[in-house]
């Protein structure tokens, strides 16, 4: 018994390790987390010390513009002043107006002035007044539109029939001439500015709506 050797403590120790790989596990463990608590503790200083706020700048001094002195002569007309800018200065107007482009293809009316209507001449109405077995009495309203005395004339025409007489109401009577289906009167008296005159007729054997109606070669207007 005295004759055997122990074995070292050392090759103890490294044996038991080397049977319980567990504690080289855990060791491994405990080392990372100490060196991510030192890392942690780094990172927070610096990122502490970048965001920390700059010192304020210093106030800028502007120069103080002197008062304006009342005894300043007035700047002249159209001289732009200080502190304005050149485009606010307003150019006087001519007062000539620029005539509008004209439109290509349109003609202006302005260019080709109308010429006021002639004055009117005489004109007529037709109605009958009165009918009757076998004829019937007619009227023709003679009115003088222009701007002088003047005569009239007026045809009147019927599909057939005979014409019996004709006379004015209240002045000189002028001429009947019959014609075929009716007759013409021609006035004995002028007709003054604006008046008028009512030719009377008898006509027999016909209707009372004419062919043809005229005074002074315009067309009667049929009531």
Known sequence: MSGLRRAPRSSRATAAIVSSPWILVAAGV?????????????YRSRSGADTAPAPPAPPLLLPEAPPPSSSAAPSPTGAVQPGLSPRTSV??????????????????????????????????????????????????????????????????TYAGGRFVTAWVEGTEQGKATPTEGGFTYRSGVDVAPGGSATLRFHMERTESRPTGCTVDGVPCVLG
């Open 30 to 42: 405990v080392v990372m987390i100490v060196l991510l608590v030192i890392a942690l503790g780094a």
């Open 91 to 156: 150019q006087p107007t001519t007062g000539v107006a620029r005539p509008p482009h004209p439109t290509p293809g349109v003609t202006s009316r302005a260019a080709h002035p109308t010429s006021p209507p002639p004055p009117a001449g005489t004109t007529g109405r037709y109605r009958v007044v009165n009918s009757f077995d076998g004829g019937f009495i007619g009227e023709i309203l003679v009115r003088n539109g222009s701007a002088e005395r003047r005569g009239w004339t007026v045809r009147l």
